[in-house]
Every structure is written in C-alpha cells, then in structure tokens.
C-alpha cells in the first residue's frame, strides 16, 4: 500500500500569510496526486488533481508542485475562507486509492 | 451542479450490516463511476470502493470480505453495505464521484456531505 505522509500537522498563520503543505509518498507515483479542502461539517472540495493541475472554480492563490514522491501544495495569500483541513490522495496505485492524514490551517 | 447526499441509520450494533444509500441529483449515474470513503474520528480518509454505473466493482482489499455495493440507474443512486460492523468501523462514510477527463480519473470532484455512523451496543 502505497502510504502518503502529510507534514506539518498543523499549519498556524495569519490571513495574507502564504501555506506551504507537504506530502510524501513511500514510493513514487509519478505525477497522479491530488490536494482537497476539507472544512468542518462540508464535504471536501477537490483543488489540484494530477499535482498541478486546478479543478474547475478553483481560485489561482492555490498551487500544487512534485513528481516521485515529493509533493507541495501552495496557498499565495490566505483567505479567511482558506482555513481548513487539506488532504492529498494518490491513484498511482490504482484501484488501492490512498489518502494522506492531513494538514489543519489554523489561524494564528 | 451535481449533489449527493448520503442516507441510512446513525447507530449500527456490533456484528450487525450497515447499509448506507446515496442519492445522485442534478446529475445523471450513468457513464460515471461512484465510490463510498470514510473517515474514521480523527484519522485519515480509507477508501471503501467503487462500482461502476453497468454495476462493475472495485473493492478495498482490507475490506474485500465485508463489502457490497450496488447501484440503481433508475433511482439514480448507488448503495453500500458492510456485515459484521465493529467498533472500529466508526466513522463519518461520504459518497463521492470519480472525475472524468474522457476516461475515469480517479481522483473526486462531488462528494456528499458524509453520514456519521456509530457502531455501539
């Protein structure tokens, strides 16, 4: 199983800051990765599939980076709206979809 | 835009099935495939599985033994049922659909809110 590692645990800036967030895979998946927004009680919203790549709507203040096993996603300038729980997930090794453990953003 | 929403009970005894429907609107089921995710308090999401709208069926093998899935085209929603429920199958369960570029991404575009379930006697 392919296991992601998310770093930090949590993330505490203020509003205007910029949010580097880390995920590390065990082994390499190429460039198959994808970031999600997850706010209290929502259902998470996908941000940034195939690691580069925004979803549909998706403003341009979020960025995500990596190929092999090492992965990044950057948020420019937070937003109020932006202080949430952000996953990565994998599907290089499909079916066996795995997801990372997250990274909160809190306000400082 | 497409919406799910999640439905079934919120308390499962030990040992007894789950079973969890999530209805698909603003949207068709066909030509999409649909997945079930959970994520236990505090922890990470676990993939569960997928089934396809022709009914076709990918499971986690982790949960491979204990896992059905199946899908009504002309309710437009998809189905999960999981036997033998335990403790450590506490966990808030969302329905989501598999993103397609021309063919099947597999990455998560909707999802439904999620239902928690708790396994308790």
């Known amino acids: 199983e392919f296991v992601l590692t998310q770093s930090p645990a949590t993330l505490s800036l203020s509003p205007g800051e910029r949010a580097t967030l880390s995920c590390r895979a065990s082994?390499?998946?190429?460039?198959?990765l994808a970031w999600y927004q997850q706010k209290p009680g929502q259902a998470p919203r996908l941000l940034i599939y195939?690691?580069?790549n925004r979803a549909p709507d998706i403003p341009a203040r979020f960025s995500g980076s990596g190929s092999g096993t090492d992965f990044t996603l950057t948020i420019s300038s937070l937003e109020p709206e932006d202080f949430a729980v952000y996953y990565c997930?994998?599907?290089?090794?499909?079916?066996?979809?795995?997801f990372g453990g997250g990274t909160k953003v809190e306000i400082k | 835009q497409v919406q799910l929403q999640e439905s079934g009970p919120g308390l499962v005894k030990p040992a007894e099935t789950l079973s969890l429907t999530c209805s698909v609107s603003r949207g068709s089921i066909s030509n999409y495939y649909w997945s079930w995710i959970r994520q236990p308090p505090g922890r990470g999401m676990q993939w569960i599985g997928f089934?396809?709208?022709?009914?076709?069926?990918n499971y986690n093998p982790s949960l491979k033994s204990r896992v059905s899935m199946s899908v009504d085209t002309s309710k437009n929603q998809f189905s999960l049922k999981l036997n033998s429920m335990t403790a450590a199958d506490t966990a808030v369960y969302h329905c989501?659909?598999?993103?397609?570029?021309?063919?099947?991404?597999?990455?998560?575009?909707?999802w439904g809110q999620g239902i928690p379930v708790s396994v308790s006697s």
């Open positions: 997930q994998q599907r290089s090794d499909w079916p066996l979809l795995t």
């Open positions: 089934i396809y709208y022709t009914g076709r069926t």
């Open positions: 082994q390499s998946v190429n460039n198959y």
């Open positions: 195939d690691a580069s």
């Open positions: 989501a659909r598999v993103m397609t570029y021309g063919y099947p991404a597999w990455y998560f575009d909707y």
